[in-house]
């Protein structure tokens, strides 16, 4: 049928298809490799320099230079010793908040999926509850429950939030394999819930959330940098990428683009890199949307 | 009618929840009425002020009081502004619609415009190009692409202002307020715009792949015209719905960019009220948010009911898989 679409000019030529295809089969090498550094340079630079020194008020607003490669901020703490450890921070808070969502999400969603008529409903309706609430918003009354903000605090804020979207997913997938042989027959011979989660239903969704996944990470790290820099999340001793952009807003006013731009350029950077991979486990792992970028 | 009920049971419990985390959450509310005299405080003129405004009472004597004022109509005084809530909304909701709507209507235009130029072209250099640009800048923070705006049009090239709605001693005239406007819309049409693009082109190259388009075709018709013609107006159902269905995660952006930007809307207010602990005015926000947040989704419920009933029928339809574009 593809053929006769090309005949009248809808689709591209098969030649061009082909180089479309190649595109887009390419592994991205590119975004592995500075993530990777970037990673590297986080959780083990901490061996090769040392850590952020305390405020140090004669060398306020630096800009880079010899003394300190990406300048001082508005304390007088050097950025470049501060961006690693920082990195660590925002990087830790992705992960784990998305480990709380993804395991919220797997349970949620086979409960829904495998569970009783009223059952799946009742969650349902609880998902499309937190669903219509802006996630942002809902971080921060967690956060506000939790009250004052840590790291670890502030990842189960930001997990409570990120598991609806991988829920559905999962829900409908398992919906989908529950009247399969396999889950049938392990059910006959007496396998408990947790057993055919892990044994049968999770290598069969895993696909199909894996890039959901990936993204979470990105959706919660640029959750952290927003709240800390709303002042909600981290606060200003705790290094992290977002707390250090919340001196920015001053520095900005005093002409100190550095506090600006190297912390959030370093955010932008690994985010567009998590973005990239994700984009990639998606058209690699769901077909029937394939030919579509996002 | 149930949904009526539905509606005003939600608006309670929300009340209610955000009653309870306000005032659980730590933080002194005194410090917001009495500004920095409240933390030199003796203990005797401490306990007067609580008993003045009323939190000594236990909580759900609090919150009786509350409900029974607010169902009167009356929402109680701001303590930081000192004067009654209701004005003080409204003296910012106007800032707020005119953020929030115009650009919304800019997305709206634009995203239908790049995503059909995109799917026009599709694979083709400027597709390519502009959907590259759409993926960085759209997973950005908001916040961060607003400072960078910022940075580089008000601090740098000095042609927007850093800040507010009007400059302060101005005529407060279209023009002042168009060009303190300019910089958070572009930071909240660029945040958002992309998604709906996407959208937009990724439909329209899964319509352009339906027989009809091959029959038209065949039949004679130009591209343009298939295209446009046909092509269109059927995915426009599905896009007027996630519309309506993502007004509310526009407005949580919208409230972000307001902060960075300090425009004197409802989310710098929301955010003052929480962190200043301003119950009366946090609850009243808060309820305002809540109570439109709720009607837009019953709207969108209706809308996309009455143009495709089939996505009535099971769990919102196709809507729930356009959750995620990068």
Redesign the interface.
Known sequence: MDE??VQ?????APE?QRT?RRAKEKKPVCSAAVLGLILAGCFLGGWFWEGPPYMDLYRANLPPGRDAWFGTDAMGRDLFSMIWPGGRVSLSIGLLATALSTAAAVLLGTLSGLGPKWLDRLL?RFT?LF???????LA??FQ??L??ANAATLSLAIGATGW??MA?VIRTEVRQMRQNGAVLAARCMGAGFFWILRKHLTPNFMPAIL??VV?NI?NAM?ME??LS????GLPLETISWGSM?SL??KG??S?A?WT??VP?AF??VT??CI?DI??YL?RKNNPR?S???? | MKKCLNFFVSLWALSM?VFL??R???GDPLTSYYGERAEKMSPQERSWAEAKLGLDDPLPVQYARWLGNALHGDLGISYKYKTDVVSVIGGRIGNTLLLGLSSFALIFVLSLGLGAFCAWK??RLPDRLI?RVG??LG??????LS??L??VFS??LKWFP?SGAYSIGGDGGLSDRLRHLVLPLAASVSGHLWYYA?LV??RL?EE??AEY??LA??KGLG?GRVFFGHCLPNILPSYINLMAISA??F???T??IE??FSYPGLGTLA?ES??YRDYPLLMAVCLL?GAF??SC?FLAQGICRRIDPRLGTE??GRT?EV????
């Open positions: 006769r679409f009248v000019g809808i689709l591209p061009q479309i349902m499309e669903l219509s609430v802006p996630g942002l918003l921060v009354f506000a429950i009250g004052k609806t979207g559905k890039f959901m993204m990105r640029a940098s927003t820099f709303m002042g909600i952009l920015a807003e900005l006013l002409g683009w600006v731009l959030g955010l932008a985010i567009l973005t994700g984009n998606r949307s030919g579509l970028p996002g | 929840a985390v306000a659980l959450a730590p599709e694979e959907c993926t960085i997973c950005l923070p908001e916040f961060w400072l960078v910022l940075l601090v740098w850093t996407y082109r990724n190259l352009v792949r388009v091959l075709r065949a591209k509310p995660h407005l949580g952006g409230y972000v902060t960075v955010y929480a962190r948010t947040l709720m989704n769990d919102g729930g959750t995620e574009f990068g």
